[in-house]
């Protein structure tokens, strides 16, 4: 379990270090000078200065930074290697650079995936290729009755039994009927755990049980397209991602909060969920982690300050007025939604570490 814990740790902390890498290399490139690049955040345990660059080691595990010049301080906007000194489409395309990173980790983890041969969310529709298809449990929702039952994420519903009605099926659409035209009733529902298979009695709670399906089936790729079959599977994931973030705010904005079965998850929470799929298998770790990488991505374009978004903002603003906005107002502007951020994120892993304890 150590083991495990220390796998999950490192590889959030590389997702982090390669999407500032991305910050980083296009820097670099476009002649902006770059102060430090850590590993972890603050406070410092080691650095070492690399030409112009200091390369740091840094206490807390989760995250990376990149301090790029001038990126802060109007007073450095006069010098030829500062950020701001650089044209508009230069300095977006650095901001993007970390946004672009996210979605190219993606693809790579995607690739080995589906080269291997692995678990894939498909369709319901019926396809030779699909080998195994099952339905399988993506996240449960805190205090579901799927979590008071010790469901847990990478376990699939192999059958669902009230009485003598009997449900034997691979297509989660079914699954959900099957679970709404019984709301309120006890469910026999067989479960397989890797290479358990156990039973547990359900009773669904308002139609469902706390719990994201998809249908998922072995498909594997020769080498040669593998790497474009990763690239479909990154713009799917995306596009399913990106509605979810829709549906998200569409919800919050109508007053309805978040919509039912949706979970904020922090640090914690995205260790916990990586922890259960790397006990399950490796490869199934590995399409978490690209999965994860794409939420990563999407939530960083979201236009609030102190994301990327909001950087992208503030530089488009700035292309439309013909002028920078004052640096000072901007960066109180960030301060502040970093401040906010950094609640929310504090929140977010208090309710993580609670449901896990």
């Avoid at 929702?141 to 034997?168: M, V, Y």
């Avoid at 474009?228 to 569409?250: D, Q, S």
């Avoid at 590995?286 to 992208?312: H, K, M, V, Y």
């Amino acid at each position: 379990m150590v083991l495990t814990i220390l796998i999950v740790v490192i590889s959030l902390s590389l997702l982090m270090a390669l999407h500032e890498f991305g910050h980083f290399i296009l820097a670099k490139k476009l002649g902006v000078k770059v102060e430090e690049f850590g590993i972890g955040m603050p406070p410092k345990i080691f650095g070492k200065k690399i030409g112009e660059t200091i390369y740091s080691f840094n206490l807390i595990p989760f995250g990376a930074f990149v301090k790029i010049y001038g990126e802060e301080n109007s007073k450095e906007s006069f010098d030829p290697r500062s950020f701001t000194a650089k044209p508009i489409w230069q300095r977006i395309s650095i901001v993007l650079g970390g946004v672009v990173s996210f979605w190219i980790i993606s693809l790579i983890l995607f690739t080995i995936v589906l080269g291997y041969g692995a678990a894939t969310a498909v369709g319901d529709e019926e396809n030779p290729n699909f080998l195994n298809p099952k339905v399988q449990i993506l996240s449960v929702a805190s205090d579901s009755p799927a979590e008071k039952s010790n469901l847990k994420t990478g376990d699939a519903i192999l059958k669902l039994q009230f009485k003598e009605e009997i449900l034997e099926t691979d297509k989660v659409e079914q699954v959900r009927q099957f679970i709404k035209e019984h709301d309120g009733l006890p469910l026999l529902i067989t479960i397989q755990r890797g290479k358990k298979i156990f039973e547990r009695t359900i009773t669904p709670q308002n139609r469902v049980l706390g719990v994201y399906l998809a249908r998922t089936a072995i498909i594997k790729y020769p080498w040669f397209s593998a790497p474009v079959e990763g690239a479909r599977t990154t713009l799917r994931m995306t596009k399913f991602a990106f509605l979810g973030y829709l549906e998200i705010f569409k919800s919050i904005f109508e007053g309805k909060g978040l919509p039912e079965g949706t979970e904020l998850m922090g640090p914690v929470g995205a260790g916990a969920l990586l922890t259960g799929a790397f006990e399950t298998s490796f490869v199934y770790f590995l399409q978490i982690l690209a999965t994860l990488s794409i939420l990563f991505a999407i939530f960083n374009l979201l236009p609030i300050p102190a994301l990327d978004g909001g950087r992208l903002v503030f530089l488009v603003v700035e292309k439309i007025k013909g002028k920078p906005i004052n640096r000072e107002i901007e960066k109180n502007i960030n301060s502040l939604f970093l401040f906010l951020l950094m609640g929310l994120m504090i929140f977010v892993t208090a309710k993580d570490i609670m449901r896990l304890f």
